[in-house]
């Protein structure tokens, strides 16, 4: 089992839906969760970041972090076909060291 | 400009051949990383280095080298090329201690053939 699971797609919405992207992990030192929105022939780029359980919000984006439940999610409202990408978590333990690990990434595609 | 820059950006080579991928930075961060992305595999951690004399080490090197020429460049060296080193590869930074976020490149598409 890898330490972090994400279902890699692709997931096809409508404009304007409500997207919902999970992750889940074995690795209970995690302690700081991020997610990553990478267009395609880009490099992945820092979208949300948290350290804590509990929802972190940033305009249309929503990250939600459940320790107990080894899971965390990233909400997407309102989507738009600019939000079309992969979408990848990644999340590390404490310590100066900071060597994420990675999901596989979700391919989210947002039709008009 | 563009704060992290690889070189080049798309490569076709031969199975055998040597290969340096370099990565350059004007960001001022100490700690650079290489990455390598599959289909269906996400990201793998190759080497990193916190600074000009730290190399360390990540989940795949095998088959790989690098060299922190300075702070602001790192360069991954394949020495014999293989076909399963084809993959899209990606130079991160980092600033330090006091933030966790990476940059990442624009990634350099290689295939061995």
């Known amino acids: 089992q890898k330490e972090v699971e994400q279902d890699p797609g692709p997931l096809s919405v409508p404009e304007g839906a409500i997207v919902s992207l999970n992750c889940t992990y074995s690795n209970s030192a995690f302690q700081y969760f991020m997610w990553y929105r990478q267009y395609s022939r880009k490099g992945p780029e820092l979208l949300m970041y948290?350290?804590?359980?509990g929802n972190k919000e940033d305009g249309r984006f929503t990250a939600q972090v459940d320790k107990s439940s080894k899971y965390i999610s990233l909400f997407i409202r309102d989507s738009q076909p600019s939000d079309s990408a992969t979408y990848l978590c990644?999340?590390?333990?404490?310590?100066?060291?900071?060597?994420?690990?990675f999901g596989r990434g979700t391919s989210l595609i947002v039709h008009p | 400009d563009a704060d992290v820059t690889q070189t080049p950006r798309n490569r076709i080579t031969k199975t055998g051949k040597r290969i340096m991928l370099e990565c350059s930075q004007t960001?001022?961060?100490?700690?650079m990383y290489w990455y390598r992305q599959d289909p269906g595999l996400g990201l793998r951690l190759i080497y990193y280095s916190f600074d000009v004399k730290d190399i360390n080490k990540g989940e795949i090197s095998d088959g790989y080298s690098v060299s922190r020429q300075a702070q602001a460049k790192f360069s991954l060296s394949l020495e014999s090329a293989i076909p399963n080193q084809t993959a899209l590869y990606f130079c991160a930074t980092r600033p330090g201690l006091d933030t966790d976020t990476q940059y990442f490149g624009p990634g350099t598409r290689l295939t061995v053939l």
């Open positions: 990644a999340m590390g333990g404490s310590g100066g060291s900071y060597i994420p690990t």
């Open positions: 948290t350290y804590s359980s």
């Open positions: 960001k001022g961060h100490d700690r």
